[in-house]
């Protein structure tokens, strides 16, 4: 469907080009076959072969032009069925007393097979028509009449005319076919404009989305947990920042397709896991040890969550003794750790700004009733993810 939607413009000029061929063919083709029948009074069964041999691929074209069907395949046929006629002529038409003026009934096709061409071989083929077809029904004319001079004359006329009028419809058919093209890919560089307009604004509605959220619901929890002093307003400060974690992660699974609550298997969570190792060009390491079942969010969230301790562990321990453990337990949640034997840090001395762990694995676990814990030491450094049903 995306090819045929790409080449619209050209596949209806393909229809209008095999219309009008077909119609040309029809009259130039009724000329030669009333021409044909009524020389037939003494024809010769080969000369009745030679008829059949290129009427009846003619008839042919003119049904698949009608029906917009095969017509490629039938036009290609009578194109090389005329062509072996015209090979054949000097065989089963000679005859002594031929008037020079009495133009044969294959003069008439000359042009239909080119336009044949048009439709059936592609550019070079029509070229190489226009100049042989011509040429070759003014060698078997002047065979026809044993060279005679008064042949020459005519046959030259007749072969200039063709060849002119070959030119032309060949030329037309190009530019048609060349114009066509040309819309066609201005209406795909246009659709792909307005699929990059459509992404930005969908981007910027994100983001105003995001940024009112974090007006209306995160600053709000921040400054009550700056002003809260007493155990009630501290717990009130600890659930309005549980809900705009909440609505955060609501808003993430509505653009970024975060999952439902759909039960999946902890398996996963162990591919995605062994995918992101690989990424980070280390091979992957991943134990999984019993079953699970947790809901879809969940478990995007926890894949998440460990794609970012696996990348904070490529980036600052170089990936060393990088190691994942995926534990489920059952239908009633699981743990993931990421352990590698880095330097380690000191989590309260990472920087205010540096979101990589607070946003990307704590505020995530959260946002899905889990848990995160980070341990980190001079041997090395270990995060702890949970989820456990309620």
Not at 260 to 268: G, K, L
Not at 303 to 332: F, K, P, S, W, Y
Not at 373 to 378: D, H, Q
Request: hydrophobic letters at 55%; proline letters at 3%.
């Amino acid at each position: 469907m995306g090819s045929e939607l790409e080449r619209f413009a050209g596949r209806r000029m393909d229809r209008i080009i095999a219309i009008v061929v077909g119609v040309g063919s029809l009259a130039l083709g009724v000329q030669a076959l009333l021409a044909a029948l009524g020389g037939m009074q003494n024809a010769t069964f080969s000369q009745y072969l030679v008829i059949m041999l290129v009427f009846v691929p003619w008839a042919l074209m003119l049904i698949t032009c009608v029906i917009g069907r095969g017509m490629r395949v039938a036009a290609g046929v009578f194109a090389s069925t005329y062509l072996i006629v015209l090979l054949l002529w000097p065989f089963v038409a000679i005859r002594a007393g031929a008037d020079p003026a009495d133009q044969p009934w294959i003069f008439y096709l000359v042009n239909v097979a080119g336009t044949a061409t048009v439709v059936a071989f592609p550019l070079a083929l029509q070229v190489a028509w226009v100049f042989v077809g011509p040429l070759l029904y003014g060698a078997v004319r002047l065979i026809q009449g044993g060279f005679q001079p008064e042949f020459w004359i005519t046959t030259a006329f007749d072969v200039s005319f063709t060849l002119i009028l070959g030119g032309v419809l060949v030329a037309l058919g190009w530019m048609f076919r060349s114009v066509a093209a040309g819309v066609d890919d201005a209406r795909g560089r246009a659709v792909a404009s307005y699929a990059d307009a459509a992404s930005a604004a969908a981007l910027e509605e994100e983001r105003v989305a995001v940024a009112a959220l974090m007006h209306d619901s995160v600053l709000a929890a921040l400054i009550s947990a700056e002003r809260a002093h007493s155990d009630r307003e501290r717990d009130l400060a600890v659930g309005m920042a549980r809900e705009a974690l909440t609505r955060l992660a609501n808003a993430e699974a509505s653009t970024l397709h975060e999952g439902n609550d759909t039960p999946v298997q902890i398996e996963r969570i162990v591919d995605d896991l062994c995918s992101a190792l690989a990424e980070q060009g280390v091979a992957p390491v991943v134990e999984q040890f019993g079953t699970g079942i947790v809901p879809d969010r969940v478990a995007r969230a926890i894949a998440l969550a460990a794609r970012q301790a696996i990348g904070n562990a490529a980036e600052h321990a170089q990936a060393r003794g990088l190691e994942v453990i995926v534990e489920g337990h059952g239908d009633t949640g699981l743990t993931v750790k990421v352990s590698d034997r880095g330097d380690g840090f000191d989590p309260d001395e990472v920087p205010a700004d540096r979101l990589g762990i607070r946003g990307s694995i704590l505020a995530r676990m959260a946002a899905v009733g889990g848990t995160a814990a980070i341990e980190s030491g001079a041997d090395g450094t270990t995060v702890t993810l949970g989820w456990s049903a309620r």
